[in-house]
């Protein structure tokens, strides 16, 4: 069964900055795409970034600049730093990862909310 365990949601001030880590039970060699999506109260989840196996990153326009994606392989693990975090990035935010063969798998999600 496969395992994602995401952390690292809070209550931030707006300009403050999180790191969302995502662990898997996967080896990263069995991972073709990880990342983000998130859903805000009275919207649609939608993607904020991504990375393939490649290391190629994919950013929302409205968290470019701001959020970085990056991996650590030997930890199975994935990262969201999110920087000069603002009001409307307030969501619950889901990691997911994209197994070779074996489809889409998703975490529970974590809150993040920007708030002063």
């Known amino acids: 069964q496969v395992q994602l365990v995401e952390s690292g949601g809070d209550l931030v001030q707006p300009g403050g900055s999180l790191r969302l880590s995502c662990a898997t039970s996967?080896?990263?060699?069995?991972?073709?795409?990880l990342g983000w999506h998130r859903q805000g109260p009275d919207k649609q989840r939608a993607l904020v970034a991504s990375?393939?196996?490649?290391?190629?990153?994919n950013y929302a326009d409205s968290v470019k600049g701001r959020f970085t994606i990056f991996r650590d392989n030997a930890k199975n693990t994935a990262y969201l730093e999110m920087n000069n975090l603002q009001p409307e990035d307030t969501a619950v935010y889901f990691c997911?990862?994209?197994?070779?063969?074996?489809?889409?798998?998703w975490g529970q999600g974590t809150q993040v909310t920007v708030s002063s």
């Open positions: 990375i393939t196996s490649s290391g190629s990153p």
């Open positions: 996967e080896s990263f060699d069995s991972i073709y795409l």
């Open positions: 997911y990862v994209g197994l070779r063969g074996r489809g889409i798998y």
